[in-house]
T-cell receptor
Framework: DTAVSQTPKYLVTQMGNDKSIKCEQN?????MYWYKQDSKKFLKIMFS???????INETVPNRFSPKSPDKAHLNLHINSLELGDSAVYFC?????????????FGPGTRLTVT | SQKIEQNSEALNIQEGKTATLTCNYT??????LQWYRQDPGRGPVFLLL?????KEKRKERLKVTFDTTLKQSLFHITASQPADSATYLC??????????????FGKGTKLSVKP
């Protein structure tokens, strides 16, 4: 059983397109996250949701819009893709917000913008 | 600004030896420090969490220390095995009274254990 799953695994698209990445967790966790890992391997938080409510929105272009239809799902929609958006995007979840909780990561979605 | 540094990008050791990875931070007072393992093409996997009032935490062959005076955490793998080869990430976080602060990750140290 996959705890945190993401689709697609790979995404190749052209500049200017709009794309979505889906994330689901079956752990019953209340908090979900989106991270971006760039070519230099830095893992940086983008968004955090707790019980479908946005609680962290880092300095991310408003072309990125997260959507949480229920607490088990957190999708990421990206408009007008740019070359600099190429990276690996990880979804994660934790039992609750706060850093006494370990985070469970999905397998990642490698986005390549050409 | 808050900064995390992991001592080196790569660490090569011989099987059976103890690997020691370092995580230093500045301009920050974390309440928790976590260590994760990341294999190529995969998401990070949680290993250990240590609180600011804990000096040391152990799990099987893993040991983490947390020195808030030195602003440093050490991560040890004893009796290392080739299967321990991976990138190890430290991450710091601090609760902000009911609202969530950021979990800041270091760049990671790539550990290679040679047979």
């Amino acid at each position: 059983d996959t705890a945190v799953s993401q689709t697609p695994k790979y995404l190749v698209t052209q500049m200017g397109n709009d794309k979505s990445i889906k994330c689901e967790q079956n752990l019953g966790h209340d908090t979900m996250y989106w991270y971006k890992q760039d070519s230099k391997k830095f893992l940086k938080i983008m968004f955090s949701y707790n019980n479908k409510e946005l609680i962290i929105n880092e300095t991310v272009p408003n072309r990125f819009s997260p959507k949480s239809p229920d607490k088990a799902h957190l999708n990421l929609h990206i408009n007008s893709l740019e070359l600099g958006d190429s990276a690996v995007y990880f979804c994660a979840s934790s039992q609750d917000r706060g850093f006494s909780y370990e985070q469970y990561f999905g397998p990642g979605t490698r986005l390549t913008v050409t | 600004s808050q900064k995390i540094e992991q001592n080196s990008e790569a660490l090569n050791i011989q099987e059976g030896k103890t690997a020691t990875l370092t995580c230093n931070y500045t301009n920050y007072s974390p309440a928790y420090l976590q260590w994760y393992r990341q294999d190529p093409g995969r998401g990070p996997v949680f290993l250990l969490l240590i609180r600011e009032n804990e000096k040391e935490k152990r799990k099987e062959r893993l040991k983490v220390t947390f020195d808030t005076t030195l602003k440093q955490s050490l991560f040890h793998i004893t009796a290392s095995q080739p299967a321990d080869s991976a990138t190890y990430l430290c991450a710091l976080g601090r609760d902000y009274g009911g609202s969530q602060g950021n979990l800041i990750f270091g760049k990671g140290t790539k550990l290679s254990v040679k047979p």
